[in-house]
C-alpha cells in the first residue's frame, strides 16, 4: 500500500520561497513518476510539476524558471522547491505517485500574502 504525506507548507510574503516535501511509504519508490499538483478555491485542481523515474521533468508554464522539482530516492522523497512566489500561487499542493495506479497525498497548504 503506498502513503505520500506532504510538509513544508505556509504563510510566505510575495518573493519568498518554500521548499514542500512528499515522503513515500511503499516499495520501488524510484521507479515512479511523481508530480505536483495544486488546488486553489473554488478552481480545478492543476498539473505543478513531474519528474520521471528517469528525473526528466515537466513544469506548467506558469511556474517554469521558479519552482523545481527533484527526488531523492535513497529518502523516498520527491520535492518541490518555490521561488519567487506570488500570491496566485497560494493553493492547497498534493503530492501524487503513478506507476499503475495513482496515489495522492493529504496535500499541504501554501499561502502567498504580505
Known amino acids: 500500500q503506498v502513503q505520500l504525506v506532504e510538509s513544508g507548507g505556509g504563510l510566505v510574503q510575495p518573493g519568498g520561497s518554500l521548499r514542500l516535501s512528499c515522503v513515500y511509504s511503499g516499495s520501488l519508490f524510484s521507479t515512479y513518476y511523481m508530480r505536483w499538483y495544486r488546488q486553489a478555491p473554488g478552481k480545478q485542481r492543476e498539473l505543478v510539476a513531474g519528474?520521471?523515474?528517469?528525473?526528466?521533468?515537466n513544469y506548467a508554464e506558469v511556474v517554469r524558471g521558479r519552482f523545481t522539482i527533484s527526488r531523492d530516492n535513497a529518502k523516498n522523497t520527491v520535492y518541490l522547491q518555490m521561488n519567487s512566489l506570488k500570491p496566485e500561487d497560494t493553493a492547497v499542493y498534493y503530492c501524487?505517485?503513478?506507476?499503475?495506479?495513482?496515489?495522492w497525498g493529504q496535500g499541504t497548504q501554501v499561502t502567498v500574502s504580505s
Open positions: 501524487y505517485a503513478y506507476k499503475r495506479q495513482g496515489y
Open positions: 519528474i520521471t523515474s528517469g528525473r526528466t521533468t
